[in-house]
C-alpha cells in the first residue's frame, strides 16, 4: 500500500515540475530565442574557417552591429583580405576593397553570392531581425542532440523578403539556444544546414561559440564561424556605420 501511493504521488509531482516548459507555446520559445541570443549592440571577434574541397582558409575579422539595420566589418587577416570592409544601413550593403580602393554597392540577386569563398551569402549577413518578426512557429516534434533534449519548431515566413522562407530548427529546452537548423527554399528545397556547439553563458545569456553552415549544393565540410570575443550592449560610435569608414 505504502509503495502504491509512492507511485500514484510521484505521478502528481512530475508533471507539475515540467508543467512550466511543457505548456510553453512555440510563439513563446522562439520569444526566449530571440531574448536569449539578440541584443541592442555588439562587438564580436571572430575567425571563419572555409572548409574547401582541396584546402582549408581562416578569415579573421572584428564586426559591430547596431539593432538589426546597421553592421560594420573589418576584415583583419590574412594578409590579402586584410583591409577589405562591409557597411550594411538598412537594406543596403556596400563593400570597400583595398587592392582595388572602390567601394561596390550590391544589391538584389547579387547578395546571394558567397562571403569570399565560404558557405555564407550576404545575404545570410544582412539578416539580422529577430525571428519573431518574420516567422510564424509551430512545435513539430522532440528529439534529443548531444544529449540536450531539443524541441523542433518549424518556422513559416510571414514577409516577403525572408531570406529563407522556412525553417527548421532544433531549441535546447533549457537554454533557449538552437543547436540544429534546416534552411528551406520557397519550393520547399533544402538549402543550408546549420549546427551549433560550443554554447557557453556569456553576460548571462547561452550563445554558441562555433557555428557550422553547409550549403547543400556545394561540395566540402561547410564553413565554421567562431566567436573568438563578443561583447553584448555596448557604446559604438556613431562614425563606425558611415560609409567615410570604409576608407578609413
Known sequence: MRNNMKIWLLT?????????QSQLTADEILQKVDENISSNSTITESKMVIHGRRNTREIVS?????????????????????????????????????????TIQLSGHMLRQSVMGSDL???????????????????????????????????????????????????????????KEELYAKSGQLLKQITMKNVEKIAGRW????????DVLKEGEGTDFIVLDIQFNPEIPDYIFNKASLKR
Do not use: H
Open 62 to 102: 572584428k564586426g559591430y552591429a547596431e539593432g538589426n539595420e546597421k553592421a560594420f566589418t573589418e576584415y583583419l587577416a590574412p594578409e590579402r583580405e586584410k583591409g577589405t570592409k562591409m557597411l550594411k544601413l538598412e537594406d543596403k550593403l556596400w563593400i570597400y576593397n583595398p587592392s582595388t580602393d572602390r
Open 207 to 214: 550563445y554558441p561559440k562555433n557555428v557550422n553552415y553547409k
Open 121 to 179: 551569402s550576404y545575404e545570410d549577413l544582412m539578416e539580422d531581425r529577430q525571428l519573431t518578426d518574420i516567422y510564424d512557429a509551430q512545435i513539430t516534434g522532440e528529439e534529443v542532440i548531444d544529449n540536450r533534449k531539443c524541441w523542433i519548431l518549424e518556422l513559416n515566413a510571414t514577409v516577403e523578403d525572408a531570406s529563407y522562407q522556412k525553417r527548421k530548427t532544433w531549441i535546447d529546452q533549457e537554454r533557449f539556444v538552437p543547436l
Open 12 to 20: 502528481l509531482i512530475i508533471p507539475f515540475n515540467l508543467m512550466g
